[in-house]
C-alpha cells in the first residue's frame, strides 16, 4: 500500500470507532472536536510533509524490512545517519508546527522494542522478534501512527506494582488465554493518542520477580474493545472552543494528550512481544527512553526556533531590536536552543547497532541531552516573556478588537513602530504566551521536563553510564598514586 | 470616617459608575463579573485582615497626617519599621492570596510623590506637596484602594513621547484651564483598575524639555467622565467562566489587569501633582520604582510560599516527599524564595528620610531586590513543576470526574498514597497549573519580570547607583597604583 | 587599659612564645616571616582603623558588660543596629584588606558562647556564663584578637567522634582535674592562628550520650604550653618569598591558615564553658554558625568591591569599558554582590534577643547568606577573568620587566590606553590574579565556600527552619482543601 | 622520515636555538628548565601515545598530501569520521595529561590556512595554496609541533592597527623584498612555544584596506633570527622549582605559555602565506577560531574527567561518597562535561568539505561548544572544591610532612576513612588544588574562558550565524501573520 497523504490519514482516523471522552461528553468525532483538531493538523503534517519534494528526503526513506519507500517515522534506524536524519526531521517538524506533533513516540517504541525482542529471544529462547518484526511490517505498509504508550498511574510512588492498593495500578495480564491476554490498567500523559492507530503499550519501568505480570508488551488498534480515552486539559485550551481563535496563539496546531484505559482488553499472541520476561523491562524501559530523549534535541529545539523567532519578531515591532541587551538575550537563547540540538546530534553521530542491526543511540549523550531539555526551554521562554513585554499578559481580548467601541481605541494605543501593524503585534504576543504560557507550553516547557523521564531518571542513568572508576583511574596515574 | 470593612469596600465599589469592557462587551456590574470577582476578594483581603486581631498590627498603623489609625496602605512611611512591616505585609497578603492583591501601587505612588513634590516645592517653588498631601489626608480617612497608574502604550520604544507618530502614546496634558487641566492618553498593565476608587497617574519615564506636557501627575476618581477601562485577558481565565470552576485551581482570589483610557479627562487644580515640570519626571519615577521594586521582596515571597507548600504537599500526596532529590528542589526553592526577601528587608532596613520626613528604601537594594525578582520565580515554577508530575497538565477536566462514566475509571487511576484522597491531589495539581501556567502565572512570573520595570531597568540603575569609582580606588590602593 | 594601636598589637604577639612550623621549619618569630606577614598586615587592620576618627563609629561601641570603648571585634551585640553594625565593619575591612582579616571568628564565637552558656546554665544549673563573662570582659580589656576555633580533623566522614579509629580525631578531655581539664586533637583552617592572642575553643558538631567528652568548650593563650601551629600552605604563597613581590598582586595584605595541634593542654576550669553538657553541643554549634555565616554576607562583599573595582579598572587601561558586553558583566557583578551583602543585612535587621540579652541573628536568613556566598564569588571572579583578559596568566614575570634585554621589550609591548602604564595594567592583572587564581582565592572562592560550613550545612538548616507545615496549610487553603 | 618517538622529539628540540628568557634569565637549555620540563612531557605525550598500539587508530591516520601514516596533529581532516577523532584524541590527551597539551593550535591552524589559502587563491589569482601544502608536507614528514599563533598585543582596544600609537602592536610586514618579507611585532599567549618547532603566524582579526599590511600570515622555525620568546608566569609556578615537587599536584605534566617576539625576521616567499591580502583575514581568523573552538569539547572534557575522578576519589577517601548531595554533585559536574563534549562531537559530525576538499566543522555549532567551555569548567572546579573540602588550601607543605617533628602529627590528624592513606589524600588534594587554584587552572579555567577567543567573541559569531530570518518566518508563520 502506498503511503497515505494528509487526507488518506484523516479519513483513515475517521473510520476508527475510539470511546472518547472531552470535557466530561462522549465525542462522536474526536478529531473533529475543535480542543483536539489542531493536534490532528500537526500529527498530519508528518504526513503532508513526506509528500513534498524539499522534505522527502528527510522525511521518507527505504524500510530495512520491505525494501520499499517508508515515512520515518516507521523506519528501525539502519545507521547513525538515520539516527542523524531523525533528529532533524523532528527540528524541522517543531519548525512547522510550534508544537508536538505526537509521531515520535510510536517510532521510538517499535525501534526499542526492535533490540529488546531480539535480545531476549537470544537469551530466553522466545520468540517475539520475529513476531514484532510481522507486526512492524504492518505499520509500515499501513504508514500507520502509533502511540507508544509508557507511563502507568503509578499510584504511590513508593510501592512496586504488586504492592499497591490496587493491583490495576500498573497495566497487567489479568488473564492468559490460548489465543492471546486479558490485560487491564491505564496508560497517563498519552501524547496525541487520539490520532493514534495503534497503541503500543510497554511496562514503565523495571521490574522484579513478583511483578512478573506487569512485563507485559503488546499492541492494539487504539479503537479495540475496552480502549477509553479520556482527553486532558491544556491552559487556555477553551480558547479554541472561542468563535475567532485569535487568542489561542498558534490557531492551526497544538497537542493533546490524554488517559487511556485499558479494561479487560483482549491481545491475540501474534501481537504480544513481551509476556512475564520481568528481567528484560528494564533494558525495554532503558532502549525507549534513550531514543525519546534523543528525540527532544530535535523537536524542541524546532520548537525553540519558533519561540526564538517571535521574540526576534515582537523586538522588531516594539522597536527595540537594536538594544544591546535585547541583542543579548537573544544570542543567549540561540546558544541554549543550539547546545540542546548538538547534544542531540551528538548521541545520534555516536550511535552503535545493536545485536538486532537497528541502530541506537549512544546512552549517556542522550540523557544528557534531556537533561539540558529540562532546563534550557525554561529560560528561553523567561527571555521571551523579558523581550516580548507584559502586554503578553495583559492584552485585551479579540472580542474588545472586534467591538467598534474599543477595538479602534486599542489599535490607536497599542501600535508601536510605524510599518508594523497593531494586529501583527498582537498575533506575534499571543503565539508567545501560547508557547510559554498556554497550551504550547505543554509541550514545550511541562513534556520537556518530564516527557521520556523527569529529570533525576536521567541523573540515575548518568551515574551509572559515567564510568567513575575509570576517571579516578585517571586521577590516581596523575596525582602520582599507586594502584 | 471609620476604616472600611470587606463589605463596605465592596459596597463603595458597587456605587461607582466606571465604563468598563471585557471580552468584548461592557460590564454592568464589572466586580461581580466572574472574571473579575476574585480579584476583588484578593484587594478586599486587604480590608478583611485589618479588621483582624492577630493582623492588626501589621495592616493597621497611625497616620503621619492626621493621627489617626489608618490602613498601611494608605501611610506614609515614617521611618526603617515602617519599611520592613511594609514587605512583611506584602508577604502575609500573598500568602493568603497566592496571588497580586493590587493594593501596593497605590501605596508605592502616594509615597513616591510624597517626597517628590516637596522637593518639587523646595526646588521651584511650586505649591504641590500641600495640595498632594492634602489629597492623601482625604485618601486615608476614605480608606479608598488607589491604582497608580505608570506605563504609558509608549508606541515606537525609540521615539520620546513627542516623536511619536500620535501624540497620544503618552498621557499628556492636551488644555490648560483655569480650574484645571484636560488630559489624553492611555496606561497599560493597570493592577487591579476595576478594584479601585482612584486613579493616580504619573509619567513613565525621564523627561526632557519638548515633553513638557507629557510631565503630568494627577488623581482621579476611577469612574471619572472619560475613564473607560477594557480587561485584559489572562492564561486560562475563561475557566473562571465554567460552571464548576474546580480547575481555576485558585477559585477565591486572582488578578486582573486593564488597560486605561483617558479621554480628554478634566483634573482641577486641587488634585494635579505635576504640570510641566519634566526635571522631576524622572526622580518621581525612580522613586515610585524604587518603592515598587521594594515591594517585590514581599508579595512575590507570598506567593512563593504558597508554591513551595504546594509543591511540598504533592510530594506527600504521591509518595516522593522523603526522596533526596525532591527535599534537595525544596530546600532550593527555599533559598531562592527567601533570598528575594532578605533583599526586601534589607531594602527597607536601610532606608533613609527624605527631605519630605517621608522614609524612602536603599534604592541600589531595592533595584537589586527586583533583578532577583525576574529570575528566581521562574526557577521556583519550574521545580514546582517538577516535583508535581506531568499530570499537572494531563489531569482531565473536572466534568470528566463529574461524569458517571469516566469520573469513578479517574478516582481509580489517580489514586496515590492511601491517606489522600485523589480529589485533594487534583486540587493541588491545579493550584501549582494555575500558579505556574495559569492565571497566577500572570502575578508570579510575568509581572515579577515586568512589574516595577523590566530587569534592563534595574540594570541600568545598578550601573548607575553602585559607585565605580569608589570600587576602583580601592583595587588601585591594594594593587599599589598611585592615584 | 587603653585600646591598642597597630604597633601595640604587633608589640603584643611578638612578646608570645607561639610554637609555630612553616614550610617544614619551627619560626623563631613567625608573624615576621613573609609568608605570614601581609596576614599580620590585615588583621592589624582592624585596630588601625579603629583609631582613625572617619572609622572610629562604626570600629569601636561602648561594652555591654563594663560600659567601656571597645573594638566592635570583642563585643556582645546588643541590638539588630550592632548586627547590622558588624556587617558593615566586615564589608569595610574587606574593602581595604582584599582578603581575610581573621578578627570575626573571634566575634563569632564570643557572642556564640554568651547566649549557649547562659542558656546551658538556665537548663542544668551549671555556672558558666558568668565564668564566660569575666573572660570576655579580660578579652575586651586587653583588646585582644581571639581564634574561635571548631574544626575538628573528623578522620572518616560516616564516623562519630567516639567511634573513630583514633579517639583523638576530635578535640576531647582526656582527664577532668580539681584545677581544670586536659585537652587533646586538633582543629584545622584555623583562619590567622599566628595572629592571636587567644583560642577559643568549640566542639565542631551535634554530639550525643557516648561522646560526652568531645563536648567541650575553653580557651587557652595562642602560645600554651601544648599548643603548636602548623602553616597551612596557599596557591602562589611563595611568590611572598620572591625578592620583588610585585607578583603576589595584593602585596601589603594576605590571609593565613594553619592546624592548631592541643597535645595535653592543661585548661583551668575558670576558661572551660562547656565540659560534657553534649545536650548543648547542637546549639551552641548552630549559634556560632549562624553568626558565622552573617559575617561573610559583610567581608566577602568587601572583597568583592576590590574585584569589581580592579575588573572596572582593566576594562578602562585596555579600552573595553565602553562595550556594551564588559558594563553588563560589571552590573552582574554588582548584581551578586550586593545580594550577598542585602542578605547580610536581612539577617541582621531581622535579629532576635537570646536569653542572656546578647542579639542573634535570623538563623533562617544568615544560612540563606552564606548559601548564596558559596556560589556568587565564583561567579564575579569568572567575570572578572572574562573582562582582564588571557594576559592574567600569560604575563611574564616582574623580573622579566627588570631585566633590561626583555623589560623594555615588554614595556612596549603590553602598553595599552594612551594614558595608563603599562606597569599600572600589570599591577591591577596581579591583584585580579590574587584574588581568584592565587592566595587571595583561598580567602575569596574556598573559604566562600566551606568556612562557616559547606553548602550542604546551611541547606540542612534551611529545610530545618522553612517551616513547611505552614508552607503546606496555606496551599491547602487556596486549594480548597478541608484541614 | 618515519614518526618521531618521545625521545626523537625531545632531542629535535634540544637541537634548536631559541632564544628563550625565563624568570628573568635568558635559559641555556629551555626545555629542560623545571618549569617548562612538564610542559615538555605534555606535547611529548602526543608523541609517545602515537607509539602505543592501542591508541594508534586515533593518533595516526593517513595523509591526504603523502598517502603515509602521519600524526593526526599535523592531518588535513578528509571528512566528519576526521573531526570526530580529533576531538576524541583531545580528549584522551586531556586524560592523560591533565593539562593543555599544546599541539592542537598547529593542527586547527594549518587546517584553517589550507582551505583559506585555497579560495584566496580561486578569488584573487594569488598562489598560496600550493606553496602552503608543499610546506605542510615538510609538517607531516619531519613530524613537527606547530604554534599556531594568533593573538596580538593589540593595545588599545578600540583602535585598529595602523591606529595604535605603535605600529608594532600588531604583526605586520616592514619590508618586502625580492626574497621574502621582513616582519616584525610580538604574539601573546603563546602555549606551548618553547616546545615547538614552527610557529604559524595569522593575523587576529578581521582587517580592512589601510590595514593591509597586517593582513601576513607565514610560517618560521622557532628558532629563527629575531625571535624572542618570553615565559609567562603561573599561579604557584614556583612549586615546580620546590625540591620535592609534591606540593605541584600534577608532577609530570603542565602547561605554559610566552610571549613570542618578532623582531624583523626575514620570511623567505616560500613560507609566506598571506601578505596583504586583507579581505581574507577574517576568513582565515574564523576558520581556525572555528576549528579551535571545536577543539575546547574535547581537551577540557578530558582534563574534566580527571577533575570529576579526583572529586570522586576525595569522597572516597574521606567518607562522603555515598552522601545524596556528593553524589548528585558528580551526575551535575558529568553532565556538565559530557554537555561539553557533546557539542564538540556534533559540530565535527556536521562538518562539511571547504572547496580545497578539507573539512570544516559546523561553525554554529562549534562557537556554541565554545561558549559553553567559557562556563561549564568553572562549575565543574567549584563543585570539585566543594567535594574536596577546605583542606584544599590548608594544608601544610610537603616539607611540613618530610619534618620528623611535625610530619607524624599531620599523619595522625589528616588520616580520614581506614583503607586509603594520608598521603593518596594528600596528593589527591594537590592534585585538586593544580586544576582549580594552581598551574592547571590556566588551562582549565581561564584558557576555557580567553583561548579561542572570549566569549563575547562567540556570541557575535551565533548572533551572524543563527539565521534570525528564517525564525521570525517561522514564527510569522504559524502566527498567522501575512508576509
Known amino acids: 500500500m502506498a503511503l497515505m497523504t494528509k487526507d488518506d490519514y484523516i479519513e483513515s482516523l475517521r473510520r476508527m470507532k475510539k470511546r472518547v471522552f472531552i470535557m466530561g461528553q462522549q465525542a462522536e468525532n474526536p478529531i473533529d472536536h475543535p480542543l483536539v483538531h489542531p493536534s490532528l493538523n500537526a500529527c498530519a ?228 512481544f513481551m509476556a512475564g520476561e520481568f528481567a528484560f523491562s528494564g533494558l525495554l524501559v532503558e532502549r525507549f527512553a534513550g531514543y525519546h530523549r534523543q528525540s527532544y534535541g530535535g523537536c524542541k529545539t524546532g520548537v525553540g526556533d519558533v519561540v526564538i523567532g517571535a521574540a526576534q519578531s515582537l523586538a522588531q515591532y516594539q522597536g527595540t531590536d537594536k538594544a544591546a541587551h535585547v541583542k543579548d538575550k537573544i544570542v543567549e537563547m540561540i546558544h541554549l536552543n543550539e547546545t540542546m540540538y548538538a547534544c542531540g546530534i551528538a548521541c545520534s553521530a555516536e550511535g552503535k547497532p545493536t545485536a538486532s542491526g537497528t541502530y541506537l543511540i549512544d546512552p549517556l549523550l542522550a540523557n544528557v541531552c534531556k537533561l539540558n531539555v529540562t532546563r534550557f526551554p525554561y529560560e528561553i521562554a523567561r527571555l521571551a516573556q523579558d523581550i516580548a513585554g507584559g502586554l503578553l499578559v495583559t492584552l485585551p481580548s479579540k472580542k474588545d478588537f472586534a467591538n467598534p467601541e474599543t477595538g479602534p481605541r486599542l489599535e490607536k494605543y497599542l501600535h508601536s513602530v510605524a510599518q508594523y501593524t497593531t494586529e501583527d503585534r498582537c498575533r506575534m504576543l499571543r503565539l508567545v504566551e501560547n508557547l510559554t504560557l498556554g497550551p504550547g507550553a505543554v509541550a514545550y516547557l511541562v513534556e520537556s521536563l518530564h516527557g521520556a523521564g523527569s529529570p533525576q531518571a536521567q541523573r540515575i542513568m548518568l551515574a551509572r553510564l559515567a564510568d567513575l572508576e575509570e576517571k579516578m583511574r585517571l586521577a590516581r596515574k596523575l596525582a602520582g598514586i599507586e594502584n
Chains 1, 2, 3, 4 share one sequence.
Open 45 to 272: 503534517m508528518t504526513y503532508e510533509l513526506a509528500q513534498q519534494p524539499e522534505y522527502a528526503g528527510l522525511m521518507l526513506t527505504t524500510s530495512s524490512l520491505t525494501g520499499k519507500k517508508v515515512n520515518r517515522f516507521t523506519h528501525l534506524h539502519q545507521n547513525t545517519a538515520d539516527l542523524v536524519a531523525k533528529v532533524k526531521m523532528l527540528r524541522l517538524l517543531g519548525q512547522m508546527t510550534g508544537c508536538c506533533f505526537q509521531r515520535c513516540v510510536g517510532m521510538d517504541a517499535v525501534n526499542a522494542l526492535d533490540s529488546a525482542t531480539y535480545e531476549m529471544d537470544q537469551s530466553l529462547g522466545t520468540g517475539y522478534h520475529v513476531r514484532f518484526r510481522q507486526y512492524l511490517k504492518h505499520v509500515q505498509e499501513q504508514d500507520l501512527v502509533v502511540d507508544g504508550a509508557m507511563t502507568d498511574p503509578k499510584g504511590d510512588r513508593r510501592l512496586k506494582p504488586s504492592q499497591q492498593a490496587d493491583p490495576d495500578l500498573f497495566v497487567h495480564i489479568v488473564e492468559r488465554k490460548p489465543d492471546g491476554i486479558i490485560v487491564r490498567g491505564a496508560k497517563l500523559h498519552q501524547t496525541g493518542a487520539l490520532n493514534s492507530h495503534e497503541i503500543l503499550i510497554m511496562p514503565t519501568q523495571t521490574l522484579s520477580e513478583e511483578d512478573r505480570d506487569y512485563a507485559v508488551a503488546f499492541a492494539i488498534p487504539a479503537d479495540a474493545p475496552g480502549v477509553l480515552m479520556i482527553y486532558g486539559r491544556q491552559p487556555s485550551d477553551s480558547r479554541k472552543l472561542e468563535e475567532d481563535q485569535f487568542d489561542v496563539g498558534n490557531r492551526e496546531f497544538g497537542g493533546h494528550e490524554a488517559v487511556i484505559l485499558l479494561e479487560d482488553v483482549f491481545v491475540p499472541w501474534e501481537r504480544v
